[in-house]
């Protein structure tokens, strides 16, 4: 039972506390920074007291890491800690693989040997609200009538039943999808698939002025709170006792994605690799196009592979690191982890993922901090780690509706909860596609579309404005259809566009 502090003095392994780790910021007391580290460690000793009994425990875990978080974030305030551009150099030929170099497994029958021993787990702490949608993001649908979860159960359920194994499925929650979640997996439960669940960490957002916690009490259960991101998924995973549980029943590899990627299916010519190899920690990157820009990519720094994140960069380099001819990959966020070095790293304790400083805007109009990691990050702690240049169709995300056009288009066929690129198209780039604010939400997206368009010969599509489509048509070649305001655009049904700019008002009424 815990007490009334966040924890006691020392940790399960013997390790100094985050109550003694404080002491190096609490000594300079008569700075700034120092007051700041007492008046949190303070005020989450109150919120501590502020839980139940039957939660205090693992609140008072979540508490001692958030300190942590915050103590390094001040610390690194203390010194103006930033990247030191000068020493950012391309990863070396060993520290970036290109997947065709490895050596492939035939798809069936595969040896079976390395997949009994692989848990797959997907993040899903996110909402679908970015595209108009109530609850868990992974409970849109985005094909054929099912969601991202469906598909996903469904690619792993093949997965097991193809190769006669038994790979779990693992979802991390947030606390704010975790109840939606239990609802939504119940309708599996008559599926041999074995789906088991943890929610991710739940920290308090800190006033900017104050630097104190926003919510009071436990209980508050308002947006005073936030998932960290993924980068606790480490912690989270040993806190809940699941990391324990999978070593025991024998499971040495862990597949993390996102949910809402459709392209990350178990590759098992890369598991192989990694079996073989004995890296602990392998991270998929594929080319960047100027639609990644921002994303995370691998560097060499001091000798050692890293990730580097747009909001680690110095704002002098912003455009220099969005330049894909110096930074050419970029991160998908499909890792591949040994389950016996997560338990090794974070018993030693020795995670210390760069903090992402996510400045928002509270209810109340005031600025208020987020401090979170990036899983990818962790990919500096773990032995043999590198990165694999994998094919574009393992990264098909699904972030807006000019996503989900894609992936609901001809462009694609399904196959056991998997999605291939028609082998009609030509030639393998996806389309660049942006439909405009009309069809920013799911349902104003669907209102607008009789059936999704033919799009196997589309280059580029730009639609703005209002606009709707009818049944068959098809879209090829650079097609631009711009709709000014009060003015509106029908597409009639089997129409065909081929290299063409429609604007001002059309209407064809379909017999």
């Known amino acids: 039972m815990a007490d009334n502090k966040f924890t006691s003095t020392e940790n399960m392994n013997g390790a100094p506390s985050a109550h003694d780790r404080a002491h190096s910021l609490i000594d300079f007391q008569g700075t700034t920074l120092g007051m ?29 890491s958030f300190f942590d978080l915050f103590g390094r974030y001040l610390t690194e305030k203390a010194k103006g800690q930033k990247i030191n551009w000068g020493k950012i150099k391309s990863p ?13 497994v035939a798809s069936a029958p595969v040896n079976a040997e390395n997949l009994a021993k692989l848990a797959v787990l997907k993040l899903n702490g996110g909402l679908g609200t970015t595209m108009g949608c109530v609850g ?98 480490f912690e989270s995973l040993a806190n809940s006792g699941l990391l324990d549980q999978l070593i025991a029943e024998g499971k040495e ?21 990694m079996a073989k190899s004995g890296a602990e920690f392998i991270m998929e990157v594929t080319d960047k196009t100027k639609a990644d820009i921002k994303g995370g990519t691998l560097i060499d720094y001091d000798g050692q592979v890293r990730l580097l ?74 032995k043999g780690a590198h990165g694999v240049n994998v094919p574009r169709s393992r990264f098909l995300p699904v972030k807006s509706c000019s996503d989900l056009f894609l992936i609901t288009s001809d462009l694609y066929s399904l196959n056991h909860g998997v999605l291939n690129m028609n082998p009609k198209r030509h030639f393998q780039q996806v389309p660049i596609v942006k439909l405009g604010d009309h069809f920013k939400k799911v349902n104003q997206y669907l209102g607008r579309f009789k059936s999704p368009p033919h ?27 711009v709709a000014n305001h009060g003015e509106r655009i029908d597409i009639p049904s089997g129409a065909i566009l081929d290299d063409k700019v429609v604007s001002g008002n059309l209407r064809i009424l379909d017999h």
């Not at 159960?153 to 939606?180: A, K, W």
């Not at 599509?461 to 098809?474: E, I, P, R, Y």
Request: aromatic residues 8%.
């Open 36 to 64: 700041a580290a007492k008046g949190m460690r303070n005020e989450l000793h109150n919120l501590v007291n502020t839980a139940p009994e039957a939660d205090r425990e693992h609140f008072a875990k979540e508490m001692d």
């Open 92 to 104: 070396k030929d060993d520290q970036i693989i290109p997947y065709k170099n490895l050596k492939p």
């Open 136 to 233: 868990p993001k992974s409970a849109i649908e985005v094909r054929d009538g099912m969601t991202f979860l469906d598909l996903t159960v469904r690619q792993v359920e093949y997965l097991n039943s193809s190769n006669g194994v038994n790979v779990p499925l693992i979802l991390m929650n947030s606390f704010n999808t975790d109840v939606d979640t239990t609802n939504i997996i119940q309708k599996y439960s008559s599926h041999a698939l074995q789906i088991l669940t943890f929610n991710q960490s739940r920290y308090p957002r800190v006033g900017k002025e104050s630097l104190l916690p926003c919510p009071k009490s436990f209980a508050d259960q308002g947006p005073n709170w936030y998932p960290p991101g993924h980068g606790d998924l």
């Open 253 to 273: 590899y862990l597949f993390i994605s996102n949910v809402d990627n459709l392209g990350a299916t178990v590759d098992t010519t890369i598991l192989d690799h």
């Open 309 to 382: 994140e747009i909001a680690q960069v110095p704002s002098e380099y912003t455009e220099e690191f969005k330049s894909i001819k110096k930074f050419k990959i970029f991160n998908t966020n499909n890792l591949w982890v040994s389950l016996k070095a997560i338990k090794r790293v974070v018993s030693e304790s020795a995670l210390s993922m760069e903090i992402i400083e996510n400045i928002k805007t509270s209810d109340k109009g005031e600025k208020v901090i987020q401090l979170e990691t990036a899983v990818g990050a962790a990919i500096k702690h773990f």
């Open 455 to 481: 799009i196997l010969e589309l280059d580029h599509l730009t639609v703005t404005g209002d606009v709707t489509f009818g049944s068959d048509v098809q879209l090829r070649g650079t097609v631009i259809i």
